[in-house]
């Protein structure tokens, strides 16, 4: 995949405000599951599981399986992802 590729597909994961706010209420309360997630922002469970994979996708979130749930935390790019939003929102 060629690196435009792969900044779009990057850029595509966080155009979106509740993706943004997905990734920092992540950020602040790693370990969420979907339904916390949904909860929490106040989404159905089907639109905040888009969202989830949508972010998975880009490689701003990673996912692990405990039982039945999927926990969610940000990861190192979703972390420079949000340094820049930072940036962005002065």
């Known amino acids: 995949m060629s690196t435009s590729r792969k900044t779009e597909r990057i850029v595509k994961g966080f155009a979106n405000h509740r993706r943004i ?3 920092k209420l992540i950020k602040n309360r ?3 599951s979907l339904n916390e997630v949904s ?3 106040r989404v159905n469970l089907k639109t905040a599981s888009e969202h989830l994979r949508r972010l998975a ?14 926990l969610h935390k940000v990861s190192p790019l979703g972390d420079d992802i949000l340094k820049f939003l930072r940036k962005l929102e002065q």
């Open 39 to 41: 909860s929490e922002l």
């Open 57 to 70: 996708i880009a490689g701003l979130i990673l996912k692990r399986n405990r039982g039945q749930n999927v």
């Open 30 to 32: 790693p370990e969420l």
């Open 21 to 23: 706010d997905m990734l």
